[in-house]
């Protein structure tokens, strides 16, 4: 049986210092990440007038993909060697997303939720800059796949705000 030095010891190629600087990155976007599903399902819940239906169901396809997100991002941050904050308390201090008091009208859930999409978003790609840097594909690639959503995301309900 290995022992616990060895187990715990991660040797993917990238040093501690970098993984650890990644693992912080990764840890505000899933601040972000998880703030915006509890927003978005908050929403969800709460959603009335003319826009109901559409609304209520949209919500719920957003919410959706942010509970599997959260997962893979949390996963990642464990890849690497590190724990993932997983406490409203260490959400609150990592999130760059404000919690929103009350039930606002539709049309100010929608616009909360494109200021959301776009703050996981500007998360994402700060984290770049040391990802490129030693060459980490795989967070790379979460990180994009993660940025092309919320981007889309952001479009699609920022679509509905026009006139």
């Known amino acids: 049986m290995a022992s616990q030095e060895t187990i715990n010891n991660v040797n993917i190629g990238i040093d501690e ?9 990764l840890s505000r976007l ?8 509890l927003k978005t399902h908050n ?3 709460n959603v009335t007038g003319p826009m109901f239906q559409t609304l209520h169901l949209m919500f719920e396809t957003q919410y959706t993909e942010l509970a599997l997100a959260v997962d893979l991002v949390a996963e990642r941050i464990r890849a690497l060697g590190y724990p993932a904050p997983g406490t409203y308390s260490e959400y609150a201090k990592l999130s ?9 009208k539709a049309k100010e859930m929608i616009r909360l939720l494109v200021e959301g999409q776009e703050a996981v978003v500007r998360t994402a790609r700060s984290i770049f800059p040391v990802v490129d840097e030693v060459n980490d594909e795989p ?20 679509s509905l705000l026009e006139e």
């Open 17 to 25: 210092a970098n993984r650890a600087k990644i693992a912080e990155g």
């Open 96 to 104: 760059s997303i404000p919690e929103t008091p009350g039930v606002p």
């Open 30 to 37: 899933l601040a972000d990440t998880y703030t915006l599903y």
């Open 43 to 45: 929403f969800h819940w």
């Open 139 to 158: 967070t790379a690639d979460l990180l994009t796949q993660r940025m092309q959503v919320h981007e889309k995301t952001a479009w699609m309900l920022r």
